[in-house]
């Protein structure tokens, strides 16, 4: 009896996928992605808790989110009470509130890519410091002082 050896072969397609998932770019982007979460966690934190309460003081707390009209059901006074009512409802408010968030982020995410910018050129402006002498140009340095000595 003769034993048979099966191979597993991968599709030709395998090595394409594999040689664009090792591209820089690819992975450039995937760090991306990840960093964009967290950074979309620090602007909302920032929105919600630092500067949502400036602007809730300074409009005397108005509160957009239960401002609807109630197109088909019951008419309640508050946005959950016609939801859990089964209430037909164009949400204003919450519209309202979004593209408030969304200016908010846009400023903040603004001033931040400005700050940065600023800080970035500043370090590329900054002068390198001149490179320390070699051994050969201190020792030369010496000679010459040695031989302007000796000829004055």
Do not use: C
């Not at 960093?35 to 934190?45: L, M, P």
């Amino acid at each position: 009896m003769s034993e048979t050896k099966h191979t597993l072969h991968a599709p030709g397609w395998m090595s394409d996928f594999q040689k664009f998932i090792m591209r820089g770019n690819v992975l450039d982007l995937a760090v991306g992605v990840v960093i964009g979460a967290s950074f979309s966690a620090i602007v909302g934190s920032a929105v919600k808790d630092v500067m949502t309460p400036f602007i809730g003081l300074l409009t005397g707390g108005v509160d957009f989110s239960n401002l609807f009209i109630t197109l088909k059901g019951p008419v309640k006074d508050t946005l959950s009470e016609a939801q859990k009512a089964g209430a037909v409802t164009v949400n204003i408010g919450l519209f309202l509130n979004s593209v408030i968030q969304f200016l908010i982020v846009a400023f903040f995410i603004f001033w931040l890519t400005r700050i940065l910018s600023k800080l970035s050129r500043k370090q590329a402006e900054a002068p390198a410091a001149p490179p320390a002498p070699t051994k050969e140009e201190v020792l030369l340095t010496e000679i010459r002082d040695l031989l302007a000595q000796k000829n004055a």
